[in-house]
Nanobody, 127 residues
C-alpha cells in the first residue's frame, strides 16, 4: 500500500518561499513510470495542478506557476519537495502530493489520473 505524507510549515509570510516535502512509503519514487505531483486547493475553489517530477527526475510545471515553482527529489529518502517562491495570500491553500501512472490524467487539464494522494496540509500565507 502506497502512502504519501506532506510536511512543512503551516504558516508562511508574504514574499517568502513556501517549502513542502512529500514522503512516500510502500513504493519507490524511481519506479517506472510513476509521476509525482503537487496539487493545491484554495479555500472555496477547485483543485489546481502545480507540477510534477517523474520517476526519471524530469520535471513538469503548470505554465501559470512555472516562474515561481521548483520541484526536486531526494531518492535516498524517497521524498520529493515543492518550493513556491514569492508567495502572497492568494497562495493560501491545502497542498496535496499525489501519484499517477503514465503521462495522462494529470496536468493543466485535471488530476483525474491520480491513484494515491496524501491527506493534504494547509498552508496559510499571512504576515
Amino acid at each position: 500500500q502506497v502512502q504519501l505524507q506532506e510536511s512543512g510549515p503551516g504558516l508562511v509570510k508574504p514574499s517568502q518561499t513556501l517549502s513542502l516535502t512529500c514522503t512516500v512509503s510502500g513504493g519507490s519514487i524511481t519506479t517506472n513510470y510513476y509521476y509525482w505531483s503537487w496539487i493545491r486547493q484554495p479555500p472555496g475553489k477547485g483543485l489546481e495542478w502545480m507540477g510534477a517530477i517523474a520517476y526519471s527526475g524530469s520535471t513538469y510545471y503548470s505554465p501559470s506557476l512555472k516562474s515561481r515553482t521548483s520541484i526536486s527529489r531526494d531518492t535516498s529518502k524517497n521524498q520529493f519537495t515543492l518550493q513556491l517562491s514569492s508567495v502572497t495570500p492568494e497562495d493560501t491553500a491545502v497542498y496535496y502530493c499525489a501519484r499517477a501512472w503514465g503521462r495522462t490524467g494529470w496536468g493543466d487539464t485535471g488530476v483525474y489520473g491520480m491513484d494515491y494522494w496524501g491527506k493534504g496540509t494547509l498552508v496559510t500565507v499571512s504576515s
